[in-house]
């Protein structure tokens, strides 16, 4: 006998019942398998700026670019180190130092800032009389002329490249560390046209213009109260200086005194296209020898009379450099009070 027999009449109905709702029961739907969701799509990395991040620090990256190719020990001429120098001879490194002032004047200039040590600041080997040209002054030629934020304060880019490679040994490199406009206070003003340094080494001057001074006073920012940043920053900028600074300052530039300003103005294929147009035209006897694109604020460029160029075609060349103006930031400014608009 089954069990259901055994039960009693009442219980066997209630089995009944619930038997046939059991199986009146739809089938069961099937759950939608989850939808993964897809990942971030990683930032953009603007044009000209170097991806992955890198591993090395600011200074083992500035090295490693300055060196790139040299055997070892070379010989060294680094211009204007003052208290940041990249190569220091007290550090093992076959270093000979250029500036305008001798190590107590430099000492002298940089005493009110608090974040620099007059430890920092080695001697000066070669000092340099006003508007004495280095290769005159300097009898001595090298494997590694190195300009480290130099190049955009020159008022002839074409003529002090010449002088650089005067002092370059035959096989020499001149090593280029130079801002990123994109990502430095000169982030507003236009980069330098290939007419106006033909033009500067055509009519060369000692001085800045009155022009020169006046955009970068105009133009001038920072971004979160800093006057450099890395690609990819967010926030608002501000001017560094307001109209009446601005009016001032091009009226002192009218006299025949030297006032250090940004003069040229790059972004890392632009100043490679320039370079290998000069080269091209005759201007120049430098070619690129090696590039790193942009990390943090600067940019790194070795050029040599042994050099192969840019090994891309100028069209492409010009098109990378273009890119570069295409992948900038949309600004934001912080507001400021009228009275503070003139100061």
């Known amino acids: 006998m089954a069990i259901k027999d055994r039960l009693p009449p009442d219980a066997r109905r209630r089995m009944g019942r619930i038997k046939r709702a059991v199986l009146d029961q739809p089938e069961p739907r099937p759950r939608p398998a989850k939808k993964k969701k897809a990942p971030k799509p990683a930032p953009k990395v603007p044009a000209g700026v170097a991806d992955p991040k890198p591993t090395l620090t600011r200074l083992e990256l500035r090295r490693q670019s300055v060196l790139a190719g040299q055997g070892e020990n070379p010989s060294i001429l680094e211009i204007g180190p003052a208290h940041n120098p990249i190569l220091p001879r007290r550090e093992g490194y076959d270093t000979r130092n250029v500036d305008y002032l001798d190590r ?19 001697d000066v080997d070669y000092v340099l009389p006003p508007g004495a040209k280095m290769s005159e002054e300097i009898p001595d030629r090298f494997d590694v002329v190195l300009a480290s ?161 840019p090994g891309i075609a100028r069209e492409e060349l010009l098109m990378l450099a273009d890119a570069e103006q295409r992948d900038l930031d949309v600004p934001t400014f912080a507001q400021r009070e009228p009275a503070e608009a003139q100061s």
């Open 104 to 122: 107590a004047g430099l000492i002298d200039k940089y005493k009110d800032f608090s974040q620099y040590s007059p430890d920092d600041i080695e």
């Open 149 to 309: 934020h130099v190049l955009e304060h020159t008022t002839s880019l074409i003529d002090f490249l010449d002088e650089c490679a005067r002092l370059t040994k035959p096989e020499g490199v001149v090593a280029l560390v130079v801002p990123d406009h994109r990502f430095c206070f000169d982030r507003f003003r236009p980069r330098t046209s290939l007419g106006a340094i033909i033009d500067a080494s055509l009519d060369p001057k000692g001085v800045h213009s009155v022009g020169t001074m006046t955009e970068f006073m105009m133009n001038a920012v920072r971004h979160r109260k800093s006057t450099s940043w890395a690609p990819g920053h967010r926030g608002d900028y501000d001017f560094l200086h307001g109209l009446d600074a601005a009016k001032a300052k091009a009226e002192e530039a009218k006299g025949e005194t030297y006032i250090d300003v940004h003069h040229w103005i790059f972004s890392p294929n632009h100043l490679r296209l320039l370079l290998s147009d000069l080269h091209d035209l005759g201007y120049l006897g430098l070619r690129e020898w090696s590039f790193h694109p942009t990390v943090g604020h600067e940019f790194f460029l070795n050029l040599s009379p042994a050099g192969d160029g």
